[in-house]
C-alpha cells in the first residue's frame, strides 16, 4: 500500500481512539516506576491502520512550573536527573554540553558505527575540495561516507536534496568538523521507500551537524474558513525525511532547520520519521531552534523513538487548533474527515501511530520548547490510536516547555504539563518533570 493509501485509509480511527479519549482525560493513573524496558522492533505489516496527528485530547495546562517527581505528585521518581552527560560536538557549529545522563547502559545501537573501510571518503585534504557535488555523489552510492577536508570545521552548502538509497545501509560520519547547510532553502535528506514497516536498511547520522534545512509544502488543504485546518498536508523532515526506514543518530547537532509551518498532520522541523520498521535511536545529540507545524524538532508516525543522552531547547511546534474531526465545526472534507485545527502538537518530541511503537527517553534535557496555540505536548507529544504503545522517562529533565496537557494510560504516573500522551502505560524514574 502506498504511504498515501496507509495514511487516509485510517484516520477516523485514530481520532476516534483520542475523541473517546477526551471525555477520560485528565484522570490520575497510579504512580509507576521501573527499569527502561526493551523497546524491540514495531511490528505491523504492510496496509496496517496508520494515523495522522493527536487529537485535542484533556484540558490544556497553563504555562508550567518546574518541580521535581515525587510520590504523591506525579507520580514515584525520585530526584532530578544525574550530572555528567556526554559532550556533543556535532560539527562546526559549536560544542553544547549535554547535562543529562541516562544511567543505564546503553544498547548497542547506540555506539558510532565503524569508518575505518569507508565506501567513499569525500575531499582530498583541503575545505575546498569537499564539495556539494562530491558529497551528493557518495549519498546517491549509499555505503560508509568519510571527509577528508583537512583539519580545521568544513560548511558544505547543500543546493539540492540528496535522495539516499533505500535498499543500501548509509552511514555518514562527518568526523566532528562537518557541517551540512541547507541555507534555508531546501531539505538536506530524503529516504522513501514504498513499502510501510517492512524494510532493514538502516541510515546512521554521526558526529555531523544538519542546520538550515528547510521543505517547501506543496500539497496545501483545500480553502475553507476556520476551525476548519489550514496549511499542508505534506512537507514533513526539515533537515531528513524518512519513510520505511531505520534511523541512528549519534553526536550530531540539529539547528534552525524548518518544516511546514502549518497543517493538521505535517510537521518534523529536524527530522521526521514514518512507518519504520525499527524506528529511530537518538544518542548524544543537541536539537535547537527547529520548527515545524507539529513535532518542532523529532516527529514519528508508526516509529518507535529511542533517545538518550540528549539535547532539545528552543524548538517550537508553529501550527495551532490541534487536530480534530468535528462536523459540527467544519462542513468541508480533507483526508476522508472534517478536519478541524491546523496542528501545533509537540513542541520539541512527537510520536504518532499504534503498533506497539514506543517511546523511550533516558538523560534528555527538554527545556524551553513550545507547542502551538490551543495545542498540546509543549515538551513531548505521544498518542498511540491502539493504546499498545508504552513512554518511559529515565535519568531526564523536562522543564520550561509551553502548551496544553494531558496524561491518558492504562497504567502508571501522569506525566505532568510538558506531556500530552495517550499509551498503554507510563514510566517515569529519577526524573525532573514540570508539574
Not at 86 to 95: D, F, K, P, Q
Amino acid at each position: 500500500m502506498s504511504r498515501l493509501d496507509v495514511r487516509e485509509s485510517s484516520r477516523p480511527v485514530l481520532r476516534l481512539w483520542l475523541l473517546a479519549a477526551c471525555a477520560m482525560a485528565a484522570a490520575s493513573c497510579s504512580s509507576g516506576n521501573g527499569d527502561i524496558p526493551d523497546s524491540g522492533s514495531a511490528g505491523g505489516e504492510s496496509g496496517g491502520a496508520l494515523g495522522r496527528g493527536g487529537t485535542k485530547t484533556g484540558s490544556g495546562g497553563a504555562a508550567p512550573t518546574a518541580g521535581s517527581i515525587g510520590s504523591g505528585g506525579l507520580g514515584t521518581g525520585g530526584a532530578k536527573a544525574g550530572t555528567g552527560g556526554a559532550v556533543s560536538t556535532g560539527g562546526s557549529s559549536g560544542t553544547t554540553t549535554i547535562s543529562t545522563h541516562c544511567s543505564a547502559a546503553l544498547p548497542a545501537g547506540a555506539q558510532s558505527a565503524d569508518v575505518s573501510k569507508p565506501t567513499t571518503v569525500v575531499g582530498t585534504g583541503s575545505g575546498a575540495s569537499c564539495t556539494f557535488d562530491l558529497l551528493n555523489a557518495a549519498v546517491k552510492t549509499g555505503g560508509i561516507i568519510t571527509f577528508n577536508c583537512g583539519t580545521g570545521s568544513v560548511t558544505i552548502p547543500v543546493t539540492a536534496t540528496m535522495n539516499l538509497p533505500t535498499n543500501t545501509d548509509t552511514v555518514i560520519d562527518g568526523g566532528g568538523t562537518i557541517t551540512l547547510d541547507g541555507q534555508k532553502s531546501v531539505q538536506i535528506l530524503n529516504f522513501n521507500h514504498g513499502d510501510f514497516m517492512k524494510n532493514e536498511t538502516r541510515v546512521t547520522l554521526q558526529h555531523l551537524s544538519l542546520i538550515n534545512g528547510k521543505t517547501t509544502p506543496t500539497k496545501a488543504i483545500p480553502t475553507a474558513p476556520s476551525p476548519c485546518s489550514q496549511g499542508y498536508d505534506d512537507g514533513e523532515g526539515g533537515a531528513l525525511f524518512m519513510n520505511d526506514g531505520n534511523l541512528t543518530v549519534i553526536d550530531c547537532t540539529f539547528s534552525d532547520n524548518q518544516a511546514a509551518l502549518l497543517g493538521p498532520d505535517t510537521g518534523g522541523g529536524a527530522i521526521y520519521i514514518t512507518g519504520s520498521k525499527h524506528g529511530a535511536l537518538i544518542a548524544n545529540s543537541v536539537f535547537t531552534h527547529n520548527q515545524a507545524a507539529n513535532a518542532g524538532a523529532v516527529g514519528a508516525l508508526f516509529a518507535t523513538l529511542q533517545i538518550y543522552n540528549s539535547a532539545f531547547h528552543d524548538n517550537k511546534a508553529t501550527g495551532n487548533g490541534a487536530n480534530s474531526d468535528d462536523a459540527s465545526k467544519c462542513n468541508v472534507i480533507n483526508n476522508g474527515q472534517h478536519e478541524v485545527g491546523s496542528g501545533g502538537n509537540g513542541g520539541a518530541i512527537y510520536q504518532d501511530g499504534g503498533s506497539s511503537t514506543n517511546v523511550l527517553l533516558c538523560g534528555i534535557d527538554v527545556e524551553n520548547n513550545a507547542a502551538g496555540t490551543g495545542a498540546f505536548g509543549g515538551g513531548v507529544f505521544m498518542t498511540s490510536n491502539d493504546f499498545s504503545g508504552t513512554i518511559t522517562v529515565q535519568d531526564s529533565t523536562i522543564t520550561g516547555n509551553t502548551g496544553g496537557s494531558w496524561t491518558q494510560v492504562n497504567s502508571g504516573p501522569n506525566l505532568g504539563s510538558a506531556f500530552g500522551v495517550n499509551a498503554k502505560s507510563s514510566s517515569v524514574v529519577n526524573s525532573t518533570l514540570q508539574k
